[in-house]
C-alpha cells in the first residue's frame, strides 16, 4: 500500500519522468515495510533536496534510456507531390514563343476594262518573294471600311487645275461610306489638314468646302507625299491615299529618290492617284507658264511617269482623266478596288530583318496550277491583271 501511494505521489509531483527510479526506492522500501514506523519516524523531504532535482523540460525525457521509456513520435510522412496537369488533347508539352515575321500583301484581279474578278479562293493565289514560292497563311475578301487619306493639289497656279481639284474632292466625299475613315490635307507649298480622321461625312464636305482661294504658286508634292505617309505610320492597318495631283513637284525640300525611298520602306499603303488638268495638259507641246511657274510637255510627262511609279509600288492605280465627266466613273472604280482586294499574309522563308529590298510577284493560277482562265458572260476568253504591291523592305517595327 505504501509503495503504490509513494508511487503515485512521485508520479504527481515529479511528472512521468520521477518513474525511472522507481526500482532503486521499491528495493529500500521492501527492507522498511518490515517494522512499521511512527508519524515522527518518518523522514521529512528537505527543501533543498527538492530544489536539487528540478523536472525535466516539457516534452518529457529526452533519451530512451530507463525501464520507462516514451516512444519518439512517428516523423510525419512528406506531402504528396504536386498532381500533374491533365494533359488536353492535341496540345503539345511545352510551350514556346516565337517572333516570326508576317508579310500582308493586297492584290486586285480585274480585267482589262476595270472589272473586278470575284470568287477566287486561296489556291489560286501564287506569292514569290525575290523569286522563291511562299506559302500564303491567310486569305480573306470582304468589303470592308476603308481608311483613306485625300491628299489634293490646290494652289494659285491654274483655274483648270483648281476646278479638277474642288471636283474631285466633292466627287470622294460623295462616294464614302458610313464605317470609312477619311482625313482631307491639301497642299501647296506646304501640307494643311483640313480634317483630320472622322467618320462625319458632314466634316469631310465641310472641309473640301474651304478650298477655295489658294495661298501660293508652290506645288511641293514630294514634301506633302512624305508627311502624309509619315502620319500613316502611326495607324493601324491598312490604309490608302487619293492622291489628286498634277504630279509636278517645284519646290520640295526632298528630291524624288528620298520619297521613293520612303515608298518602299511604308507598309500597308496603297496609292490611287489622280491627274489634274488633262484638258489643258493636252494642249500643251511648247513651253508653258502658269502662275509665274514654267512648265514644260516634258514636265508633264515626267510627272505622270512619277505618279505611275506611286500607284505600282504600292498595289494602286493612277489615272489621266482628260475631262471633269471621268471623275466620277475614276472614283466608283478606285472605290471597288479598294473594297474587293484579296487580303494575303504570308511568312516569308527568309525571316531575316536585315533592312533589304524583297522583290514581290503575286500570280494567279488554276486548280491545276495552271494559268487562271477567266471567261465572260459569253464563254469568251478575256484578258485581266494582277495589281499588288512590287515590294516591301524587311525591317524592325518600332512600336
Not at 493636252?282 to 510637255?297: E, I, S, W
Request: hydrophobic share 35%; proline share 8%; charged share 25%.
Amino acid at each position: 500500500m505504501l509503495f503504490r501511494r509513494i508511487k503515485e505521489f512521485a508520479a504527481g509531483r515529479y511528472g512521468r519522468a520521477a518513474l525511472a527510479g522507481m526500482s532503486l526506492l521499491a528495493l529500500a522500501l521492501g527492507v522498511i515495510s518490515s517494522s512499521p514506523l511512527s508519524a515522527q519516524d518518518q523522514p521529512q523531504t528537505a527543501p533543498d533536496q527538492q530544489k536539487q532535482a528540478p523536472p525535466p523540460e516539457a516534452g518529457g525525457p529526452q533519451t530512451d534510456v530507463g525501464p520507462y521509456a516514451i516512444p519518439k513520435k512517428k516523423e510525419q510522412p512528406p506531402p504528396p507531390p504536386p498532381e500533374k496537369p491533365k494533359k488536353i488533347e492535341g496540345m503539345p508539352d511545352y510551350s514556346i514563343q516565337v517572333n516570326v515575321p508576317l508579310v500582308n500583301v493586297d492584290a486586285l484581279v480585274t480585267t482589262k476594262d476595270g472589272q473586278f474578278v470575284p470568287g477566287l479562293k486561296k489556291d489560286n493565289f501564287k506569292i514569290y518573294e525575290d523569286g522563291v514560292a511562299q506559302t500564303v497563311s491567310n486569305f480573306s475578301q470582304s468589303e470592308a471600311p476603308i481608311t483613306a487619306v485625300l491628299l489634293v493639289e490646290f494652289a494659285s497656279t491654274n483655274y483648270y487645275f483648281l476646278r479638277d481639284a474642288i471636283d474631285a474632292s466633292q466627287i470622294f466625299a460623295s462616294t464614302l461610306k458610313k464605317d470609312d475613315w477619311v482625313a482631307v490635307v491639301s497642299y501647296d507649298m506646304r501640307p494643311h489638314i483640313l480634317v483630320d480622321f472622322t467618320q462625319d461625312k458632314n466634316a469631310v464636305r465641310a472641309a473640301v468646302g474651304t478650298l477655295q482661294l489658294p495661298g501660293f504658286a508652290e506645288t511641293n508634292l514630294f514634301d506633302a507625299l512624305y508627311d502624309t505617309l509619315d502620319r500613316l505610320d502611326r495607324v493601324e492597318g491598312h490604309k490608302y491615299v487619293i492622291l489628286a495631283s498634277t504630279g509636278v513637284d517645284t519646290f520640295s525640300k526632298l528630291n524624288l529618290d528620298q520619297i521613293m525611298k520612303k515608298i518602299r520602306t511604308t507598309h500597308d499603303v496603297t496609292i490611287f492617284p489622280i491627274s489634274l488638268g488633262g484638258w489643258l495638259r493636252a494642249q500643251v507641246d511648247n513651253p508653258y507658264r502658269y502662275g509665274g511657274v514654267p512648265t514644260t510637255h516634258m514636265d508633264y510627262l515626267q510627272a505622270d511617269n512619277e505618279m505611275n511609279t506611286f500607284a505600282r509600288l504600292t498595289g494602286g492605280r493612277a489615272y489621266f482623266p482628260r475631262f471633269q465627266g471621268e471623275l466620277p466613273s475614276i472614283f466608283q472604280s478606285i472605290g471597288a478596288d479598294i473594297r474587293n482586294q484579296y487580303s494575303l499574309a504570308y511568312h516569308p522563308s527568309n525571316p531575316k530583318l536585315d533592312g533589304t529590298y524583297r522583290k514581290l510577284k503575286v500570280e494567279v493560277v488554276g486548280p491545276d496550277g495552271s494559268p487562271l482562265k477567266v471567261r465572260d458572260q459569253h464563254g469568251k476568253d478575256v484578258k485581266y491583271q494582277v495589281i499588288a504591291r512590287e515590294g516591301y523592305t524587311a525591317k524592325h517595327v518600332v512600336e
